[in-house]
């Protein structure tokens, strides 16, 4: 075996050599995106063994190309009489799980990035000294939730806490989560950071696309869990599922700006700790909600 074979057989990546209008030779790594026996493929006519239009304009003309393969990614290059193909399928599922990790980060970003620019524009105004105390307050400490959001902190365990608690740094990011109606008796053990991400997108969807009144609210449906929930009046919803799936979006949000994929966020942060994000039709209106664990306190009337 000449050496350039030994390495060919033993490559990674796909190599199918030509005479002419037929197969020469092809190693093991092309036979297997070709979905072809090397042996029997030999001496046969390129149109039988590459079975794919792309790739016999490739063999005749030359280029390159990126196509699928019997449900795998390949890159393909033709140089003189040699094709090689190189399986990207994984590559190209890291780039979309990069690429849907930069928009999920994105999206976290929007609302607060938002409300620190709202802050820096009444310090621009000359505020009073104490309001301008405050708004610098609010400032660092939504730029520390926001540094502990990127460096993957937050998510662990707590002590029990009401969710009551996040209201006033709600409202100060959501001017229109100060119309809320609050009833959250059931103390958690979640984390702040997450539960208020959950909450965040969860009232910005009520406010955006339910109608008032939206209230938060906790009950429990089971032993040791909290289901805490954002509830509007507004119509209920034909399919709940597809709406955490991500860019899913429901027939009232056309024409209203938004990335289909606060619901999904939701349902991952929840996850994290544990717990599950649901939405469900109520009599009158819809309720979207996550599981909680539990801390000790009120039991559900």
Do not use: C
């Not at 079975?51 to 290059?77: I, N, P």
């Not at 994984?90 to 990035?113: C, D, G, I, K, S």
């Amino acid at each position: 075996m000449n050496p350039w074979r030994a390495a060919w057989e033993a490559s990674e990546e796909g190599v199918v050599l030509f005479d002419g209008e037929q197969v020469r030779y092809l190693n093991p790594a092309a036979a297997r995106l070709l979905d072809t026996d090397p042996e029997r493929a030999a001496g046969r006519p390129a149109a039988f063994v590459l079975r794919h239009h792309r790739l016999l304009e490739l063999q005749r003309g030359g280029g390159t190309a990126s196509l699928t393969l019997h449900g795998r990614r390949v890159a393909a290059r033709a140089l003189g009489e040699a094709l090689f193909l190189r399986d990207e399928t994984e590559a190209a599922r890291t780039r979309e799980a990069l690429e849907q990790e930069r928009r999920y980060l994105a999206h976290e970003f929007r609302t607060p990035v938002a409300g620190l620019l709202a802050l820096l524009e009444v310090l621009e105004s000359g505020p009073a000294p104490e309001e301008g105390k405050r708004a610098l307050a609010l400032m660092r400490e939504e730029a520390e939730r926001l540094l502990r959001l990127v460096e993957g902190q937050g998510q662990a365990r707590t002590p029990p806490w009401r969710l009551d608690e996040l209201r006033p740094r709600l409202e100060r990011l959501l001017p229109g989560a100060r119309t809320l109606r609050w009833s959250t008796p059931h103390p958690v053990t979640a984390g702040r950071d997450p539960v208020f991400q959950v909450l965040l997108n969860l009232v910005e969807n009520a406010l955006r696309y339910g109608k008032p009144p939206v209230e938060v609210r906790t009950r429990a449906p089971a032993a040791g869990v909290v289901a805490v929930e954002v509830v509007d009046t507004g119509e209920p919803l034909a399919d709940y599922e597809r709406l955490f799936v991500p860019g899913g979006r429901g027939v009232h949000a056309a024409g209203v700006r938004g990335s289909g994929l606060g619901l999904a966020l939701v349902r991952r942060i929840a996850r994290g700790w544990g717990g599950e994000a649901y939405g469900r039709r109520l009599e009158e209106g819809n309720a979207f909600g996550v599981t909680v664990p539990e801390g000790e306190g009120e039991e559900d009337a």
